[in-house]
């Protein structure tokens, strides 16, 4: 048995220590917010926060995270993720919205260290978050509508 914290729950799990946090989280602990995108930590849509720092969960073994705070889409909580998620409604930012619960994990988590990012900055935070929709020019105005309602 494996013992995790998860959106600030203790909790064990029955799994090889190798199995990948996104399976546990999906599959063990019955949390699918959190996505499979690509398996290879190169879409993003399976981030989320480990300590408060954004990871990519398909590459992210359960044995190495036993220690660590591990927050998903449905755990976040806080003034920054309240504005990032305002803005993204107010902005109707999601279309299909598959990777969004990974956007706006990378987003808290910008936000959460940068106040007011620039476009660059975003662009940085942002990069391997993949949108097959194509609503980075939304998701970009969401940032930093979330940054102008947290000054």
Known sequence: MLKLTVNGVP???DADPEMPLLWVLRDRLDMTGTKYGCGIA??????????????????????DVAEARITTI????GRVAEAVQGAWRKLDVVQCGYCQSGQIMSA??????NAKPSDDDIAGAMDGNIC????????RAAIHEAARSLA
């Open 11 to 13: 909790r064990e799990v």
């Open 42 to 63: 190169q879409c993003g849509a399976c981030t989320v926060h480990l300590d408060g720092q954004p990871v990519r969960s398909c590459q992210t073994r359960i044995g």
């Open 74 to 77: 449905e755990g976040v909580s």
């Open 108 to 113: 808290i988590g910008l936000l959460t260290d």
């Open 132 to 139: 097959r929709c194509g609503t980075y020019q939304r998701i």
